[in-house]
């Protein structure tokens, strides 16, 4: 699995999607 993709998609539920996507835009 890429490490963009765990990143992508935390096992943490604590994280909603829309701060997952948050994140995702801040890696690129």
């Not at 699995?1 to 835009?25: D, F, H, Y």
């Amino acid at each position: 699995v890429p490490v963009s993709t765990a990143k992508a998609e935390p096992a943490k539920p604590a994280l909603t999607p829309e701060e997952v996507k948050a994140k995702a835009k801040e890696l690129r």
